[in-house]
């Protein structure tokens, strides 16, 4: 790929929005702890077919350097998110996946978890967007390419089978162990610059909710 078919893919109208809609899932995520954990799920439930709508528009590209792109998400981070979803969720966290690529025409049941799911999906959007604001293109675009194919491979099937779970307990207006999680120290800022559609999405699920 040449530089300018690299510009023109990292840059497309699909591409931007893609990258902004995944900034608003991760950090719905990371402010697990500042807000009611059902008004976490409401949100959830509305972001993740967005998610999973802009990711299956996003451009198919090649990867054009040698050496594999840094991950950002460390286990460590992964655990610790996972926790904190986990404890917000409480019993309500596990749910029986009806789809398992791995056992698809057997008769198991196979039991899953919402925490798990959520950050399966998490660790590949957060180091997409970490790389992608780096700004350089030739990694920006190696960065698409891995992000379209886990997403295909992986967190696609993830999303839809855990907005299955996450639906139900919405409709259910189920309590969690706690309303709201107040934790100071772990206040995540809202970004700023976000694109008028985004903006306009989220006013209008406040007015209907």
């Known amino acids: 790929m040449g530089e300018a078919d690299i510009h023109t893919v990292v840059y497309s109208k699909n591409v931007v929005e893609f990258v902004t809609v995944a900034r608003e899932y991760c ?13 976490n799920m409401s949100k959830m439930q509305k972001i993740l077919p967005l998610v999973y709508l802009k990711a299956a528009l996003l451009p198919k590209t090649e990867k054009v350097l040698d050496e594999e792109l840094r ?36 008769e198991e049941t196979v039991t899953a978890s919402i925490s798990e799911s959520l950050m399966d999906i998490y660790q590949d959007l957060k180091d997409f ?24 491979d992986s967190w696609g099937q993830r999303l839809v089978n855990v907005l299955r779970a996450i639906h139900k307990l919405v409709i259910d207006e189920v309590e969690y162990p706690s309303g709201k999680q107040n934790n100071e120290e772990n206040v995540v800022k809202k970004s700023i610059g976000k694109d008028d559609w985004v903006n306009g999405f989220w006013n209008t699920q406040s007015s209907e909710e």
């Not at 950090?27 to 008004?39: H, K």
């Open 129 to 152: 967007i970490t790389t992608y604001s780096l700004g350089y293109e030739a990694i920006m675009n190696d960065a698409l390419f891995d992000c379209v194919y886990h997403f295909e």
């Open 27 to 39: 950090e719905l995520i990371e402010e697990v702890n500042i807000t009611p954990t059902a008004d």
């Open 71 to 106: 991950k950002y998400v460390t286990e460590l981070d992964y655990n610790v998110w996972q926790q904190r979803w986990l404890s917000a969720l409480g019993e309500y966290d596990s749910y029986y996946e009806v789809f398992d690529p791995g056992i698809q025409f057997g």
